[in-house]
Nanobody, 125 residues
């Protein structure tokens, strides 16, 4: 099991940017595919972005393509989500997650084994 702690959420105006970080501990970080998901009030948790173990492959939800960038630094045991051109509909609690099994980034919630506690992003219009 890996412990995950997100940070970097907050309040931003529409059109602004935020960078989320997720720090991992407990196991070898490079063993995990990492993902970001989000959940808005009253909605299901949805996929945002994922990155392979060494960053060669990345996957994005259509709704964030061209605006969000996922990256990782295995030396720092950290995965990042750079969010630009934020929209009110991006407001949600953002979670990072670790997938111990898959060899490539998965978009499915159930593929991920370990989750952080979430960090809230609020976007004002």
């Amino acid at each position: 099991q890996v412990q995950l702690v997100e940070s970097g959420g907050g309040l931003v105006q529409a059109g602004g940017s935020l960078r989320l970080s997720c720090s991992a501990s407990g196991r070898t970080f490079s063993n995990y595919v990492m993902g970001w998901f989000r959940q808005a009030p009253g909605k299901d948790r949805e996929f945002v972005a994922a990155i392979s173990r060494f960053g060669a492959a990345r996957s994005y939800a259509d709704s964030v393509k061209g605006r969000f960038t996922i990256s990782r630094d295995n030396a720092k045991n950290t995965v990042y989500l750079q969010m630009n051109s934020l929209k009110p509909e991006d407001a949600a609690v953002y979670y990072c997650a670790a997938d111990r099994q898959s060899g490539s980034p998965s978009t499915y919630v159930n593929a991920y084994d370990d989750w952080g506690q979430g960090t809230r992003v609020t976007v004002s219009s």
